[in-house]
């Protein structure tokens, strides 16, 4: 890929997106709850088959989401860049913000009101304390009428697409890839658990009755090998799973201390990768128009189903 130019393997990889005033830095290096006034502890088994439901919203027994007030929350893969269409909600285009995306599929399947926005590019202190260019913080959003809410973050934390695309970069003939800092990644990996509760319990303080899911990322790479497409060598691969797995792994643990149910979509989603068949997330060169590594329409209508079975 001689072409490639860092911004083009930047925008390609986390749609780390500069849009208007916005700019998103995606790419860079770097159990139970506690009665009334917290939702009752929600935790979600999930396989590709199978969904089992363990709780209902705290103090109203309701398992649909019909009239609630929902907020979705969280990065990319939440925002769905490259989904057509772009959203109406205020900044998104800014934030690659797709009415495809798996909120906004749940919003119309089941008559919740939604308030969505997730920005690609996000990081937990994009929720909770620090602007992307003209967007506050995620957090501001929810308010003490919230009902319902979603979120999938943490993989800019530990720069997980990034990596990825700068590995692919490397292997495809491109220049100016950049590097990958695998100690750095490793760091992040083991404080991106605290750093997601802490948005789980940020949310838990600003809507004590809201009903919290957390989603974990898409399934990237086959259980073994590779294939065309994904330019990675056998030891990136390795690499890579281990941060896939490490970043589920920190799902659980965070859904396990706050409460929050945990719909686990790097689970239903092994055997729906890159290299498979039926692929819920794009190769590295995608089609014109979409973004390397990222979920396409599959992908978020199984994520919705997912989330709307946690529901009931």
């Not at 019909?66 to 800014?94: C, E």
């Not at 909120?103 to 620090?130: E, P, Q, Y």
């Not at 590995?167 to 490793?186: K, L, M």
Request: glycine residues 10%.
């Amino acid at each position: 890929m001689a072409t490639d130019t860092p911004r083009r393997n930047a925008l390609m990889a986390c749609a780390a997106l500069v849009v208007g005033a916005l700019t998103l830095t995606a790419c860079g290096g770097s159990a139970t709850a506690d009665g009334s006034r917290r939702q009752s502890k929600a935790q979600v088994a999930l396989t590709a088959d199978s969904v089992t439901t363990k709780t209902t919203r705290a103090g109203t027994g309701s398992t649909t989401a019909a009239g609630l007030d929902y907020v979705a929350m969280g990065s990319s893969f939440a925002a769905g860049p490259s989904i057509p269409p772009v959203q109406s909600s205020s900044g998104a285009a800014a934030c690659a913000r797709s009415g495809n995306n798996y909120a906004s599929i749940v919003a119309r399947d089941t008559g919740a009101k939604l308030t969505d926005v997730t920005c690609s590019g996000a990081t937990t202190a994009n929720i909770l304390t620090t602007n992307q260019g003209s967007q506050p913080p995620q957090i501001n959003a929810v308010n003490s009428g919230t009902d319902l809410v979603t979120i999938t973050i943490g993989g800019n934390d530990v720069n997980y697409l990034g990596s990825m695309v700068t590995y692919s970069c490397q292997n495809s003939g491109g220049t100016n890839c950049g590097t990958v800092d695998q100690a750095a990644i490793n760091t992040a990996l083991g404080q991106v658990s605290g750093r997601i509760q802490s948005v789980v319990n940020a949310v838990h303080a600003k809507a004590p009755q809201a009903r919290v899911l957390l989603v974990s990322y898409s399934t990237l790479l086959p259980d073994t090998g590779g294939c065309t497409g994904v330019p990675l060598t056998a030891d990136q691969r390795v690499f890579e799973r281990s941060v896939a797995t490490r970043l589920a792994q920190a799902y659980i643990t965070a859904a396990n201390d706050t409460g929050a149910t945990l719909v686990r979509l790097a689970t239903a989603s092994h055997g729906h990768d890159a290299c498979a068949a039926d692929p819920w997330v794009e190769k590295y060169k995608p089609a014109s128009g979409r973004t390397s590594y990222h979920p396409n329409e599959a992908g978020m209508k199984a994520a919705a189903s997912l989330v709307k079975s946690a529901l009931g």
